[in-house]
């Protein structure tokens, strides 16, 4: 069902170790967004927790946008993307390697984003970031899962990667209203329990774009 | 009776108002070669990724293997070998790794060995490990025929394949289609003027804003002065 998954996945990665593009852009951008997120805020005071967590989202989901249209617009830039259309790999398949590939640059971009949040706003490396994990695992899904598609959209057009935040940030807010939410409560020390009903809309969020991405994609990537 | 491949019943192409192919009829049994000429602009290349599905005709139908391309499982592309303008090689992969990339994705065992093959068959060993963007552009040629031809597809659809080649590069790629060919494997290919391939009975059609249409004998042995041998 997923044949052609894995040469995929390791030709992105290969191109991606060669020339380490996406991964400096996007450390580089989310570690500025963090940075201007302290220097307006401060570091400190009591809905430290809350900035920290605001923070942390905001630099995924404009980290994450430019990781997808990276993954798929680069593709599409070459026109590699009609290589990978004329071979027997089914698009839903191409889908399912390319938002493998967001989903890696966007944890490699988040594992920067948590170290500086925490060298940033004092905070304590222990249970409080061990329970961001699901719900950033969660978050990078949906948001992956959203970019992967807008891409595929947005890349149809001139300047579409300029396009793609614009199409994905309102999509992604009922997302990203949880994720802020469950993650400043865990940083604030509360247990993942606490955060079940923010989870589970992630969850949902996942399930529904995933779902719409694996379906919607052959119809999209198909050229007029 | 031989397999018809591909089969055009009144295809046309509109980009916004404009049309860009008209009304084209056109069938290619297995064993069989057609050349399809026409003046830079005239949509040789958009006829090209109509066959082989990569465009939707705006009005018309299209048949590969006695189905629409919608209806094809994925693993029948493994029969269509198509080369286009772009040559679709990832420019930071080596020409190696390109050839090993794609046999991968199109299921041939023994990846790396195939590709190696390929990369003798069309005269590029020495240049294995080069990026694709360090090879001239004909090497590159080369190589996207390799890539087009890789999977030995029962139909090969051909966007000027011999562009950029020199002498050698063209005689190959001629010497390429006859061995499809004597594989009972069905080849169109474009050109900006007529050729012919020595051993290949080619159909020979003009593309033009008012469809596609066969020289005629007669024009044919009109043409015979300017006709490119290979």
């Keep these: 069902m997923l044949e052609g998954f894995g040469p995929i996945l390791r030709k992105d990665l290969r191109l991606e170790l060669r020339s380490g593009e996406s991964t400096v852009a996007l450390v580089s951008l989310s570690v500025l967004i963090l940075v201007v997120m302290v220097l307006a805020f401060g570091p400190g005071g009591a809905r430290r927790a809350e900035i920290a967590a605001g923070a942390l989202w905001i630099a995924l989901i404009f980290a994450g946008t430019l990781g997808a249209a990276q993954a798929l617009l680069a593709e599409r830039e070459s026109g590699c993307i009609r290589g990978l259309l004329l071979s027997p790999v089914e698009p839903a398949t191409i889908y399912a390697a390319k938002l493998t590939v967001s989903m890696i640059f966007m944890a490699e971009a988040g594992f920067a984003v ?25 978050g990078m899904l949906g948001l992956a899962a959203l970019c992967t598609l807008l891409a595929t959209v947005s890349g149809r057009v001139r300047a579409g990667a300029m396009l793609l935040p614009v199409l994905v940030v309102p999509l992604f807010t009922p997302a990203l209203i949880a994720g802020s939410k469950a993650s400043a409560a865990v940083l604030a020390g509360q247990p993942l329990g606490a955060v079940t009903t923010w989870l589970k809309l992630l969850f949902a969020f996942d399930v529904l774009f995933v779902t719409a991405g694996y379906l919607l994609f052959e119809h999209v990537i198909l050229e007029d | 009776m031989a397999e018809i491949v591909l089969q055009a019943q009144r295809i046309s192409k509109f980009f916004g108002d404009r049309p860009v192919l008209n009304a084209i009829t056109f069938a290619v049994s297995a064993g069989e070669a057609a050349v399809v000429v026409g003046r830079n602009g005239v949509g040789k290349s958009t006829l090209i990724k109509t066959l082989c599905g990569l465009t939707r005709p705006s009005a018309g139908r ?66 294995a490990e080069e990026p694709v963007s360090a090879l001239s552009r004909g090497m ?90 290979l």
């Design chain 2, 62 to 127: 299209l048949l590969l293997f006695g189905r629409e391309p919608t209806d094809l499982a994925g693993v029948q592309f493994r029969r269509i070998g198509v080369l286009l303008h772009q040559t679709l090689l990832y420019p930071n992969l080596s020409a190696r790794e390109n050839l090993e990339f794609y046999s991968e994705i199109f299921g041939i065992e023994q990846p790396a060995a195939h590709a190696r093959r390929w990369l003798g068959q069309v005269g590029l060993e020495r240049a």
């Design chain 2, 140 to 229: 590159e040629q080369r190589l996207a025929i390799a890539r087009a031809m890789l999977a030995d597809p029962d139909l090969i659809l051909l966007d000027e394949p011999f562009a950029a080649l020199d002498a050698d590069g063209a005689a190959l790629v001629a010497a390429l289609i006859r061995q499809a060919l004597a594989r009972d494997a069905a080849v169109v290919f474009t050109a900006h003027a007529p050729l012919e391939i020595a051993g290949v009975e080619l159909g020979l059609f003009k593309l033009e804003s008012t469809g596609l249409t066969p020289f005629d004998e007669g024009r044919r042995g009109a043409l015979r002065s300017l006709l490119r041998r």
């Design chain 1, 114 to 138: 948590l170290i500086m949040l925490v060298l940033f706003f004092n905070l304590e490396f222990g249970g409080g970031l061990l329970r961001l994990v699901p719900i950033f695992a969660l």
